[in-house]
């Protein structure tokens, strides 16, 4: 209720004013009214409503006490009429995605930026979680000068359709051809030779092919003076 006002006239006594009765009925009315917002005050409180930090802290008699905002780092606190507004610094309103080949700023509101698989590489989502997977098959076929940093286990497979191997050592058995020939077979003509008695003896192979096979030096049409030395006849 709004006060009430006791009109007292122009001049003491000159007749225009509340008499004393209307005069004090006023007067009451202002104190029950005045009595009823006292009460309230000394019964009223604040309170917090919503999540997150409250702005009320207190009341002390009839004041209400409130907690004062302060700015963060980045962060900046303006006023104005009954609003404060809270600015955050332009550098945390983005984003900034940087790869092999470039980079890009990805601005604040409602932007996104798609993740994508390229070659023998895919993307998949689970939750909150990106996954990136690369898939092994093929891998060293894309590579157009592959090389290795350790030992090579071919796990008890072989190593086919090679063109040239080349190498500085070669550890193992060797299976193939060498030059279109099974080396395999070379063994019966380097090891086991059993030349039996020999008169005369031979130091060498080529000793055993001239003393055990006749040599045909054809005809003779004409005098040559190449000489041969057959060696002593026994």
């Not at 080529?206 to 005809?219: A, E, T």
Request: hydrophobic fraction near 40%; charge should be negative; avoid cysteine.
């Amino acid at each position: 209720m709004a006060i009430q006002t006791i009109n007292i006239g122009n001049v003491a006594n000159d007749g225009t004013g509340d008499d004393l009765r209307e005069a004090f009925a006023k007067v009451n009315a202002n104190f029950v009214d005045l009595d009823a917002k006292v009460d309230i005050a000394e019964g009223s409180d604040g309170a917090n409503l919503g999540l997150g930090e409250g702005v009320f802290r207190d009341k002390t008699e009839n004041t209400l006490q409130f907690r004062s905002l302060v700015a963060g780092s980045n962060i900046s606190l303006s006023s104005g009429g009954n609003s404060i507004t809270i600015t955050a610094d332009e550098a945390l309103k983005q984003l900034i995605v940087v790869s092999d080949s470039g980079s890009r700023i990805i601005p604040a509101g409602n932007q996104s930026i798609r993740i994508q698989g390229g070659t023998n590489t895919s993307t998949r989502v689970t939750s909150e979680d990106v996954f990136i997977d690369v898939e092994g098959d093929g891998l060293v076929a894309l590579d157009p000068t592959p090389t290795l940093s350790g030992q090579l286990d071919a796990n008890a497979n072989n190593i086919i359709n090679a063109n040239s191997v080349t190498s500085s050592n070669f550890v193992g058995n060797l299976t193939g051809l060498v030059h279109n020939i099974d080396v395999r077979e070379l063994n019966t003509f380097l090891f086991g030779f059993d030349f039996g008695s020999l008169t005369p003896s031979a130091d060498s192979f080529y000793d055993f092919l001239v003393s055990n096979f006749d040599i045909d030096f054809g005809s003779f049409t004409a005098p040559n003076v190449t000489e041969t030395d057959l060696g002593a006849i026994v």
